[in-house]
Nanobody
Framework: QVQLVESGGGLVQAGGSLRLSCAAS????????MGWFRQAPGEEREFVAG????????DYSDSVKGRFAISTDSSKNTVYLQMNSLKPEDTAVYFC??????????????????WGQGTQVTVSS
């Protein structure tokens, strides 16, 4: 089992920055992929960014590419999402997710087995 806890959300003005953290515990050593997703009220959960340890590769949605950056520590215990140049449309609950499969489609929420509880990000105009 893997437990995930997000932190770092809050209220920020448009153009500002926030850094989200996701701390993994339990069998964190077994994680091979992690992702960040977000969900606004009345909307489906959407992919934001993903990371695969086996390939050391990152992936981003077009809406955040160039503004957000996903990073990790080598121990697989924490993954970060640095969010810059925030826009009101970035407002959502942000979730981190983890999976232990050898390869995961990090863009698909259905591919992830473990989820955090979410952290609210609100960007005011």
């Amino acid at each position: 089992q893997v437990q995930l806890v997000e932190s770092g959300g809050g209220l920020v003005q448009a153009g500002g920055s926030l850094r989200l953290s996701c701390a993994a515990s339990g069998r964190a050593f077994s994680i091979n992929s992690m992702g960040w997703f977000r969900q606004a009220p009345g909307e489906e959960r959407e992919f934001v960014a993903g990371y695969r340890w086996t390939e050391r590769s990152t992936d981003y949605s077009d809406s955040v590419k160039g503004r957000f950056a996903i990073s990790t520590d080598s121990s697989k215990n924490t993954v970060y999402l640095q969010m810059n140049s925030l826009k009101p449309e970035d407002t959502a609950v942000y979730f981190c997710a983890a999976d232990t499969a050898a390869w995961t489609n990090v863009r698909s929420p259905r591919a992830f087995e473990y989820w955090g509880q979410g952290t609210q990000v609100t960007v005011s105009s």
